[in-house]
């Protein structure tokens, strides 16, 4: 079948990688790629925010199946609007992308179904929800309702610093005003990423990881997209696993359904494991950057055919193989990010690097310029690595970052070290 993906990222790298690896796909384009995707696929450079213009194309070049990387496109109605016009989609609907595209929507699902998540409340003034905040006390978390790529939330110490996110995010720091905010209970514990497909009856698992999102070593420093991850998160063991599906995937998946907004796609829940187990943080409607990198490392079935199984709700009977290994990804990103960062700089070494054993590299955000290859965004290169443990992956990982020439990029030297630790107190 011929295939179209969306988006330009590590991510769309990785599953351009996988998808490419299936006896069931003949031609693979991406839209819009990046150079390492166009190792992969065929690149095309559409604006996927055009949604005539995806279909187009996507007519014109006799797609079977189009799969969709990011939310942006997701929450803006692109699986409709695909779907619609006869092409089949693997994302959510625009209706169902709300668990990612509005915080109180997700809030509310919660509380309604008993799914665990943090107490809260729903806000579309600033002084009620400052006389929350004094009731609550510190510390206590304040988000922006809507996609904030990463930045609507705010973990305030004190009362003082929770009033002035109100005020921030009321006033417009986030761009726009926001229309509402909820402000939830501080949940402390340990984070991890747990990822479901989901066919709009039922879901099945795939597997969990966890990231670091602090561009310094030692989680210091200010939040990015993040900046490495490895999977399977140790602390997911197998009765976690079962309880995240059992208390939070399906009892979503269930309500979506009840309100008549299947749920279809890949579901990330972003947890805290809490002394009283796993409390749901956020759902995100796609997979996760750089998580779904070290997924697909680790994935040994096919990827398509369970795509197409969630498109078609098919997933009951299905089942997924997964290598045993551990899988790494560290990040290289350009210096100065998240902050600002120089564009065009250029990186030598990647085929020296990926020979190393186990390794994969993925391109984040590069383009190419004849036989150079120089950077194009935040973050450029994920180094991805398979090893026996954590450890072994994280050696693999930075053996090839080593032989990597960028002097314009940097990357975290720890990543994984939460796992390294459980693994050595293990021994
Ligand atoms: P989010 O964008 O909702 O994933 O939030 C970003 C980060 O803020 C999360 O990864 C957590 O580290 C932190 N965070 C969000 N909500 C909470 C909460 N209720 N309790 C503690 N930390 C939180
Ligand atoms: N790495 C976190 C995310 O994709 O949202």
Known sequence: MNILLLGSGGREHALAWKIAASPLCERLYCAPG????AREAECVALDIADHAAVIAFAKENKIDFVVVGPEAPLCAGI????EAAGLKTFGPSKWAARLEGSKGFTKDLCKANDIPTGAYERFK????AKDYVRKKGAP???KADGLAAG???VVAETVAEAEAAIDMMFGGGLG???WEIVIEEFLRGEEASF???CDGDTAIPLASAQDHKRVFDGDKGPNTGGMGAYSPAPIMTENMNGRTMDEIVLPTIRAMKAMGAPYKGVLFAGLMITDSGPKLIEFNVRFGDPECQVLMLRMMSDLVPALLAARDGQLRNFDLRWYPDAALTVVMAAKGYPGHYAKGTPIEGLDEASKVEGVEIFHAGTRAD?????????????ICAAGATVRDAQQRAYAAVDRIKWKDGFCRRDIGWRAIERENDSR
Do not use: E, T, Y
């Open 125 to 128: 003034q600033p002084a009620p």
């Open 176 to 178: 726009a005003p926001a």
């Open 79 to 82: 699986a409709d609007d695909l």
């Open 151 to 153: 930045k609507g939330v």
């Open 140 to 142: 206590i978390v304040v």
């Open 370 to 382: 004849g036989n150079r290859i120089l950077s194009n965004g935040g973050r450029v290169l994920n």
């Open 195 to 197: 990822f479901a497909l």
């Open 34 to 37: 990046n150079a390492g995707i």
